[in-house]
């Protein structure tokens, strides 16, 4: 149960950051320390924080995952597996993937006690919003130690157990 600040980004946003880190260009936020989540929200319907916000396939990201893990983000949340790159990096920069339940971006929502757009909200839903987030849900699915709860789970499953 993840609870204080955690920052939404998705494709888009992933691009321009690293693009911003290859050119020596200004970022957003400190990414020193920092939790991105892999999410579009909807917008907030009234007197909500936010819309929907569930998790997105965290392949899409796996280009620019490494980068953002050598810039100092330490954990990152999404659904699905990673790339054998992407697992390396988290254990070279001792970091985490979080997995988050698909298919609940309503239930997820209701953890999220504030929502700001902070940086490109030309992208609309895929904007940066920084999150405070009180009692999240997310299992460590691959972690510093090269562990994957994906592929123990295919490996049991195809065991029969």
Do not use: W
Request: charged content about 20%.
């Amino acid at each position: 149960m993840l609870s204080g600040v955690i920052y939404t980004a998705r494709d888009a946003a992933h691009k321009r950051l690293v693009q911003a880190l290859e050119g020596g260009g200004e970022l957003p936020f400190d990414l020193g320390g920092q939790t991105i989540y892999y999410s579009g929200p909807t917008p907030a319907r009234p007197g909500q924080v936010i819309g929907s916000a569930g998790p997105t396939t965290s392949a899409r990201m796996d280009v620019y995952t490494p980068p953002l893990l050598a810039a100092g983000v330490r954990a990152v949340i999404g659904k699905g597996g990673r790339s054998t790159a992407v697992k390396e990096a988290l254990q070279q920069y001792k970091a985490v993937y979080l997995a988050a339940v698909g298919g609940i971006g309503a239930l997820l929502a209701q953890c999220v006690k504030e929502a700001e757009v902070i940086a490109y909200p030309d992208l609309g839903a895929e904007a940066v919003r920084r999150l405070v987030v009180a009692d999240f849900p997310a299992i460590v699915a691959s972690d510093i130690y090269g562990e994957d709860l994906y592929v123990r789970v295919n490996a049991e499953y195809r065991r029969g157990g």
